[in-house]
């Protein structure tokens, strides 16, 4: 069995690969099929500290290349272009990484016999229905990220139509910048803070998805095509971004106090979805729907981290 993890040096990327490694998430033990596992990291810049190897997923001949010269069973494609208004300001950069990139994956996969599990997001969703929304909700994304992202989902589906496709949203891990780490460190800088307070989503703990995609792909290998397709999986529960702030405040024993404001008044470059509430259905009616109450998670993501003041 031998994996490779595109994009391992990001949240994800990184979450894998210390599951993998130590054969345990903050979950539980790491599904038995990956015991044994041979996994590979790539990104767009090799490093040699981390053991990554180079691999721009938008250069198809290299993706190709790679491909075939490593024999793989799935692939684990993290990489994306995640910064919301970065892709606003740079649609073709987006477009590159969050469709072309997908796109050469599948292309590849498919020549060679390999699985594909790609990541996607939330904002493939309009954001404006209050209601949690399940895999078969119609996508209308209303910024460039999000048309990007889905863009990428539909090629995988159509290039590899065994893939895998997970959606997540809110997620935080233990490397790269994140809302935990960020308000971490305001609120130790800050006595007071100000937070957007009409956005509600499910904060995600990277740890707990990677073990969650992790089962997801044990069992897509012993049912076939029957797993593939669109799957969400985000942290049990939902919340707004303030009271996000005031729970991480809170558990790292911060004084600092939360002021809500509205995005009208925050007034970021892209729109922000009112309402990013996935519903984690498919796991629910298949394997089970393993991801904590996102209290529960944050709770052990600061633990861990020794993010206490
Ligand atoms: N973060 C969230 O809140 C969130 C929410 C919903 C869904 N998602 C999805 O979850 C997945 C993982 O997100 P994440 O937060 O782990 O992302 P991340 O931390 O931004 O990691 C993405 C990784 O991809 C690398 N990369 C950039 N260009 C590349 C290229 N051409 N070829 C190969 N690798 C490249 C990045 O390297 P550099 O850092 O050097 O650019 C980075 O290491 C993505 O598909 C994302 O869309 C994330």
């Keep these: 069995m031998r994996l490779l993890i595109t994009g391992a040096k990001g949240q994800l990327g990184e979450e894998f690969t210390r599951i993998l490694r130590t054969g345990k998430a903050d979950i539980g033990p790491v599904n038995a099929r990956w015991a044994d596992v041979e996994f590979l990291r790539t990104d767009v810049e090799a490093d040699a500290q981390s053991s990554t190897l180079e691999l721009d997923v938008t250069d198809r001949s290299a993706v190709d290349a790679f491909l075939a010269e490593h024999a793989l069973d799935w692939v684990i494609n993290c990489a994306a272009a995640t910064n919301v208004d970065g892709c606003e300001a740079d649609v073709e950069f987006a477009h590159r990484l969050n469709a072309d990139g997908p796109a050469n994956l599948a292309l590849a996969c498919e020549a060679m016999g390999t699985r594909l599990l790609h990541v996607s997001s939330d904002y493939v969703l309009a954001g404006d229905d209050p209601l949690p929304q399940a895999e078969d909700a119609t996508p209308n994304p209303k910024t460039a990220y999000g048309k990007t992202k889905l863009e990428g989902e539909r090629l995988v589906t159509t290039l590899a139509p065994s893939s895998v496709v997970v959606r997540t949203a809110w997620l935080y891990g233990s490397r790269g910048k994140n809302f935990v780490y960020t308000m971490s460190r305001l609120g130790r800088e800050h006595e007071r803070v100000r937070v957007v307070d009409d956005q509600h989503g499910s904060p ?78 498919r796991l629910r009616e298949t394997i089970g729907d393993h991801m904590r109450p996102w209290e529960e998670a944050l709770a052990s993501f600061v633990a861990h981290e020794g993010l206490k003041a």
Aim: hydrophobic share 45%; net charge negative.
């Design 204 to 281: 995600t703990n990277a740890n707990d998805l990677a073990w969650e995609i992790l089962e997801i792909m044990a069992w897509a290998d012993e049912v076939g095509d029957a797993a593939s397709g669109i799957w969400h999986a985000t942290g049990s529960g939902t919340t707004t971004w303030d009271a996000f702030a005031r729970k991480i405040f809170e558990l790292e024993g911060l004084s600092c106090e939360v002021e809500g404001v509205s995005t009208e008044e925050w007034g970021a470059p892209a729109p922000r979805p009112a309402w990013s509430v996935l519903d984690n259905r």
